[in-house]
Nanobody, 125 residues
Framework: VQLQASGGGLVQAGGSLRLSCAAS????????MAWFRQAPGKEREFVAS???????YYADSVRGRFTISRDNAKNTVYLQMNTLKPEDTGVYYC????????????????????WGQGTQVTVSS
């Protein structure tokens, strides 16, 4: 299984980026996919997740600005990031889980079975 993240880059505060994560090797339509991020010197933190038959789940810091979506036919998850702030800077990782996780676990890194290599997002002030 491979998760290939792309779409990162340098953007000014207030701008937008769209990240993509394409999965190969198996499908996750019945499981979950998520985005995490890690800023320099900080721990990896949850950003957003999407599960089958449930509404997306967001970290408080991004709710209302970021939107996670998935295309099951393409086995791809997206993260639309709007109104970006300097504190959104970091390496963004996509993750996937084979089976549908319970709600209380979707924001935990240990929940997920597979991880992508990360894509850098830098927001300048």
């Amino acid at each position: 299984v491979q998760l290939q993240a792309s779409g990162g880059g340098l953007v000014q505060a207030g701008g937008s980026l769209r990240l993509s994560c394409a999965a190969s090797g198996r499908t996750f339509s019945s499981g979950a996919m998520a985005w995490f991020r890690q800023a320099p010197g900080k721990e990896r933190e949850f950003v957003a997740s999407i599960r089958s038959f449930s509404s997306p789940y967001y970290a408080d810091s991004v709710r209302g600005r970021f939107t996670i979506s998935r295309d099951n036919a393409k086995n791809t998850v997206y993260l639309q990031m709007n109104t970006l702030k300097p504190e959104d800077t970091g390496v963004y990782y996509c993750a996937a889980k084979n089976n549908r996780p319970i709600t209380s676990s979707v924001n935990r890194a240990e929940t997920y079975d597979y991880w992508g290599q990360g894509t850098q997002v830098t927001v300048s002030s």
